[in-house]
């Protein structure tokens, strides 16, 4: 199986690493230095142009960034005959986007952490063809839709960045009583022992980066117009505030 | 040791049931026919009136409702030279009101469920006389402050039904689009295998009760006046929306 990767940040570093066994092909066409100094690092093929790299990949995996995905698509998506795998991080609306513009598309959501523990989350009607990646890393194909796998995404955003809101809110009340200690380990009776280690990090983590997860739940807003987001419009202000 | 009750409902009789091997006394003075039957069906002796119950207490526990609370520390706190332990789930204010019309007021907060896991918190400057409880089931003591342990359970509370409201908003949307059980497994990833089954369990929980757990969270807002509760005014919202 040849596999080829444009873009060589963190995503495609860990993946390779872990596809390795297969032919892996990448390009340094136009890469910045940091991305040269992943590809040095990797045992991956070395091709003068994406464009090569995309008419010899069986599967062509697109991770750069959100914003670079649809030149990426246009460019390279109809060069390939094998799957079109968008590694993006892209909303579900770009994914069906990309996907007018590429043959074999399929939508990707890494959930977790790359590196440590993920599942590749895959949406749309070719996407049953990646099964055998569950060999390498746990893979999970979910609809033949695409969109789907990027939708999930973003649901399950929903869910951790208005907990955290949520951890900030009483934790910050708690600290003024002088109680905070007592209320972690409290809830954890029902959350399990380790709630108030991943509570801590949590709020961390989201103090830490309040401005670009204040701009992600932003975008869930736009993304959902119809809807009540009571709980993500006041994680918005919560993460305004700290 | 001499433990009376004030009130038999559902606390008393489980608490009852644990203390056994303590004298335990109470009063059918009054009391509803199902608070009578709780009585005939324990190992109690039944003095004629809640004065001599609390005359003859070491322990004194006031487990009735947060509303006869008062009522039940102006009559029975300065009768009794033992530890008056209110489990009235009140406020912290009214804990501190109770703490003036009796002698050694223990405040005490029921975290968990009674009829199964639950942990006794206390707080008051005679608190750590009852840590010999112990012995029967788990309690923590956490300050000497009366107040602190119905704090203590409201800090709870702004957490758990914030989470339940952020459990609805998540999962009405992914219900939409047809990608429940997918989020559900998804977020089970990182929060736990019994993730699954205990958010669907909150959320039909918080649903049945709505209404209730809507005033409970008004009280939370009126308790604290002077925080950002954003996250506390969204769940109202979100609850009156379902």
Sequence with gaps: MKIGFIGFGEVSKRLSNLLSGNILITSKENRSKKTIENINSSNICILETFEEVAKNSDILIS??????????AKRYGKLTNGIYLDLNNISPKTAIRNSKNTRNFV??????????????YLSGKDANKLNFL???????????????????KILRSIYTKSLSATLIETLTIAEK??????????????EGE??????ISRVKNTKNNAERKKEELQEIIEYFPDD????????????SNI
Excluded at 142 to 148: K, T
């Design 177 to 190: 009583l002088n109680l905070k200690d007592e209320l972690l380990d409290t809830i954890a009776i029902s």
């Design 194 to 199: 380790d709630f108030k280690e991943k509570a």
């Design 228 to 239: 009540d987001l009571e709980i993500v419009k006041a994680s918005i202000k919560k993460l």
């Design 63 to 72: 991770a750069t960034s959100p914003k670079q995905s649809l030149e990426n």
């Design 107 to 120: 939508d990707g959501s890494i959930i977790g952490s790359i590196n440590s523990n993920f599942t590749l």
């Design 134 to 152: 569950n060999e390498y890393f746990p893979v999970r194909i979910i609809s033949n839709n695409v969109g789907d796998a990027s939708k999930l």
